[in-house]
């Protein structure tokens, strides 16, 4: 009985589910919030994603992976998509998707770069450019369920108009530090030159390492690449570190 039961699970995750955006919201100057209504949603974990799929009228098909930005909350999920200028789906899914409109979603997808709320050790996030959502999605499951496990984020961006759920994360969580890093520029009078992550910014704003945190690292293959190798000079356990890497669209 169990295993059927675990059968009908993954059936159900790896079928197409027609979903419906219901909302859009701006995140930054080039990003928007999907909100998308998923009849049949069988849940999902902080820091896992969606496959999505878009069929054209004269039936040409093409799918791309999003990552999930929204704590689980029934039949809601939350995708937030950054545009690129060149991309085939992006620029489609930013600026022409109306209210109304329907693509599929299949998932949810991953088992290992998820935070659950049972976890207690310190938690480090560390997050490029539009790397940030699934970790924006353990920041939020954490506040929904009252945790009170720590968390630090330490977020690299280009500059102040490409950053992420800004609003929401100038609100304050307890228990969650924020850190800011610009690559390009900066607000005025930022006390960090523009500049990428170093190992000064990770031990001066993650935790040591003989705390043993999870450190769960989203971004670009060169972020991430960068970033993980870095924790592991300051001694943090590689097995300590979860990564997740999107390709150049983010």
Do not use: N
Request: hydrophobic share 35%; proline share 8%; net charge neutral.
């Amino acid at each position: 009985m169990a295993g059927a039961a675990v059968s009908r699970r993954l059936g159900d995750r790896l079928r197409w589910k027609t979903a419906r955006l219901v909302d859009r919201r701006v995140e930054s100057a080039v990003a928007r919030t999907l909100v998308f209504e998923v009849p049949d949603w069988p849940g999902h974990q902080a820091g896992q994603h969606v496959d999505m799929r878009l069929t054209a009228e004269d039936g040409y098909s093409t799918q791309r992976s999003y990552s999930l930005a929204s704590a689980p909350d029934g039949e809601s999920v939350e995708l937030t998509v950054q545009r690129v200028d060149d991309g085939e789906v992006s620029p489609y899914l930013t600026d022409d998707l109306a209210v109304g409109d329907a693509v599929e979603l299949r998932g949810p997808v991953g088992g290992w770069f998820v935070w659950r709320p049972e976890q207690k050790e310190p938690v480090l996030l560390v997050g490029g450019g539009s790397g940030l959502v699934p970790l924006m999605a353990m920041i939020r499951t954490r506040r929904a369920v009252g945790s009170r496990t720590p968390f630090r984020l330490v977020y690299s961006v280009r500059s102040p108009e490409y950053q992420l759920f800004a609003a929401e994360l100038r609100q304050g969580d307890p228990g969650l530090d924020r850190t800011y890093l610009y690559t390009r520029s900066t607000p005025p009078q930022w006390p960090r030159a523009p500049g990428h992550l170093t190992a000064s910014d990770l031990s001066g704003a993650g935790w040591p390492p003989d705390f043993e945190p999870t450190c769960y690292v989203c971004g670009s293959t060169g972020f991430v690449e960068w970033a993980a190798g870095l924790l592991v000079a300051l001694g943090h356990e590689p097995g300590r570190i979860r990564t997740e890497r999107f390709g150049p669209g983010g």
